[in-house]
């Protein structure tokens, strides 16, 4: 090496003082210790002079091969294949020129590294046929070199380009549909055709890749340093945004594109039948709609079939905060309603029995809640995301988004005509439910009500049954008389009990008899009815009555004091009276 450096100096000193000529035993040695930096110039020089010197043809080709690797194999491939070109013409000539008479001459310098025991003779030499084969080698692999980079940047950017397609597809789907369950449900067959170009675009990527790799690895021969590529699965769309590889790494990280679109187009061919089975389950339910509506039916139990239905089921577990389910739900719901309804105008409107209307009418009422909490969810469907991804529901149901929100419109307004239907009914039934009726006539159940009725309640007390209320008081028809009895639940009274008023009680005083009704340990009845005297005294009539029996009897007693009251007093009945002994009467009606 100290040597070669020494040369140099004297070479370059030779050049710059009198240009003379390059002696090549002195460049050899530069070119055997491979400083083509330094000894490249010279050669050139020499070539120049001597263009068919054998051995420097031979370097010439050598040292172009060797600097092959100084170039980019991607962003200089063609010159790549311009200095392989080169380094062929020379060793080319090389392999014209070297002949039997050049190795005999040079065995020990500039061939000494082909000299081996010639096994004939016996002799260390050089062989002719070993040159030529190092030769005929070298030109070989540059010729499959040329093979593998002379279309290498075209495979690299055809990969970069297709890649760079199958990210851009998907982008856009990602942008168009927003989650891969809406894609899978509002695809169309042009998607379906993305999804496979897309599939196409990445299997050519990563084949122009691994024809880029092996390229490289030719190119760079012991030096190759290993390209990795790496494979990573796609989650989904709600993932961030996917990062572009970087192609002039040695680790290039690539999304499994191929893998993404296969799924999402078996998940499109299921969904498509799944929205089959989504819009005939909407049919359904519009029948059975029509059915109600037609034959006055009540499809009660069929709807809560429909709830218990395979397709909600799976709607649940493929989109369970879907709109589409509260639109299911809602119709339901309506049937249900419907029905209700229904029962009312074929059975209950014309009942005369007010509890049975009642407790229907907090059925309606019921079934009118569940309505009203789902109708909520209607607001705002026929735009957004429900529209994006059930839109072929959508246009198949509702021929598109503006009959579906007239749709939502006249459901709201059902909605609130049926609310208003039912607070009527309320009204008129809390009304009627005030009074029991006995052929015709009202008896109030509100005592002391002055109405244009011909009873006038005085006195009521509700039974076990809270619905069922005793009724005592006056009637004021053309014979008036006391009246008793119980208003069932029903409100149509079955039996009512009268006793004639006592001669004591003037008619036309009636309104300012007291009534003293008391509740006996038998469960009777015993109605003191009081009346004032011209002397300030009391009258007063005692009727004992059951709602049972009826009235069991009448006694009258005069002359109370006006602090009168009555008692029951170990299973008697008593009259206190301040200043007086008391009165008792047994509760068979005998005064003792």
Known sequence: MRRAVILLGILLAGFSSRAQKVKYKDLYVLLRAKNYADA??????????????????????????????ELDLLKQTDAIVQRADSAILYLNKAHDLIDDKELKKHDDDYYE????????????EVILSDV????????????????EVGGVKERFTKAQNYYESALSTYSALKEKYGDELTMAFAASDSTMLKLIDMATSYDSAVFNLEAYRKARQTFEGDSYEKILIETKSIEGFSEAALNEPDFYSRKIDL????????????????????????????????????????????????????????????????????????LFQYKISQLNLRSAWMGWYTSMVDSANVAEQLDYLKKIRSQYDGVVKLSSSLTGMEEGPFLKRYNKFVAAQYSGATALKAYVYKQKELVEKDGKKLNELDSLLAERDTYGLWHGEKINLLANTKDST?????????????????????????????????????RFVDSLYFSKIPEFIAVDSLDSVQISPLKLSTGEYLIAYLAKADDGTLNTALVLASVDKGVLWVKEERGLEPSAKVEETEGKITIVQEGKDPIFYSLDGTRQ
């Open 113 to 124: 590294l082909f000299k081996r025991r010639n096994l004939r003779t016996g002799k260390f």
């Open 132 to 147: 030529q084969l190092d030769i005929e080698k070298r030109i070989e692999g540059l010729n499959a070199l040329k093979q």
């Open 255 to 326: 999304y499994e594109f191929n893998a993404w679109s296969a799924s999402q187009q078996a998940q499109y061919k299921s969904k498509r039948e799944f929205m089959r089975n989504i819009i005939e389950f909407d049919n359904s339910l519009n029948k059975m709609s029509e059915t109600i509506a037609a034959d006055s039916a009540d499809l009660s139990s069929e709807a809560f079939g429909m709830i218990t239905s395979s397709v909600l089921k799976e709607l649940k577990m493929v989109d369970n905060d879907s709109r589409l389910m509260n």
């Open 454 to 490: 011909n009873y006038i309640t005085t006195y009521t007390d509700s039974q076990e049954n809270a619905r069922e209320v005793i009724v005592t008081g006056v009637s004021r028809g053309e014979t008036p008389e006391f009246f008793f009895g119980l208003v069932p639940s029903s």
């Open 40 to 69: 490249s110039g010279f050669l050139v020089k020499f070539l120049a002079e001597e263009p068919d010197h054998p051995n420097a043809n031979y370097q010439m080709g050598l040292m172009l091969e060797n600097k092959l690797k």
